[in-house]
């Protein structure tokens, strides 16, 4: 079969025939439809630092995709061939303190499809059923693809109660666009979103978003005061992984303000723990998705009327992957969907 391997410790990715994979007989095996290029695939395509020390080489990479079951491994009852699944990127142990108490999420020894195991930037994937999530008969399959990010933006922006709530979203990247709509279908008053490229910002405009910040030209405490907020913001969502976005959160929040934390910052990164112990913050890592209430969320939401569809601003063919790789580190791109 075709796929998209790392096969190389060098910049890039190769499109290559590969062995189709093995279905065991927990497995699920899927026939790729559509994928989403993620920033960790850019990553591992570019090969920066974290991809080196991460990635086994070769490794077929990818884990954002929607494909239909072709077959199923003998102890599986619950999959049917035809049937339109994604995958929950996270694989977990199942015998860990929590995953036998059903907070799969928090497996210290989770591993990453297309990171650590073989991926679904190919024509096939096999999985095990616990990792299968069978899409509504309603969703529609572009944003089915995209339902791993999309789960990130949930997962992150449903961490703390918003209906009512000033919420401020610090990175305008796909998953904070994502997650800009959510609150917004959540209930929240004002939905502010940072970011320092003015294409996205723009983007942010058509997901429900009360105010775009510009942080190069504009303050914060400015707009605060545009939106006649006296307090700070009730709830951050911090979806850049940028340093200084995340000081600047810290400085905007009321007291009492609840921070759910995403994006990843690539080193060490010092803030002033006064403003956290003073004004009694709340600080909340988030990795990944609950297993699986926020795909539950995720889709009874979009049955409920959220559209995240104008986040996906590219769709072409696998074999034009150089394309969708280009559009994500031009940073004038939502998502990239590749059609399998
Ligand atoms: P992305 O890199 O596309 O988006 C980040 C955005 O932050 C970019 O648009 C960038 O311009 C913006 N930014 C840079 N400096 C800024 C500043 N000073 N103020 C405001 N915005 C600034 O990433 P994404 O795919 O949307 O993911 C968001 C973050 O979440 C990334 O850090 C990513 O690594 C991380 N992530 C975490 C998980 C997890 O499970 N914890 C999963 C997926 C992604
Ligand atoms: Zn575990």
Redesign the pocket.
Known sequence: MKALVKRKSEQGLWLEDVPEPICGVNDVLIKVDRTGI???DVHIYEWDDWAKKTIPVPMVVGHEFVGEVVSVGSNVLDFHPGEVVSGEGHVVCGRCRNCLAGRRHLCAKTEGIGVNRPGAFAEFIALPMTNVWHHADDIDRDTASIFD?FG?AVHTALSFPVLGEDVLI????????MAAAVVRHAGARHVVI????PW?LKLAEKLGVSRTVD?RKEKLEDVQKELNMSEGFDVGLE????P??FR?MLANMCHGGKIAM???PSSDMAIDWNTVVFNMLTIKG???REMYETWYKMTVMLQGGLDISPVITHRMDYTDFEDGFQAMRS?ESGKVVLKW
Do not use: E, H, Q
């Open positions: 993620c920033g960790t990010p990130n610090t990175g305008a990247g796909p998953i904070g666009l940072t970011d320092v490229n996205r942080v979806m850049s992984g940028n200084s976005a600047d995403l994006g990843i988030i990795y990944g940073g």
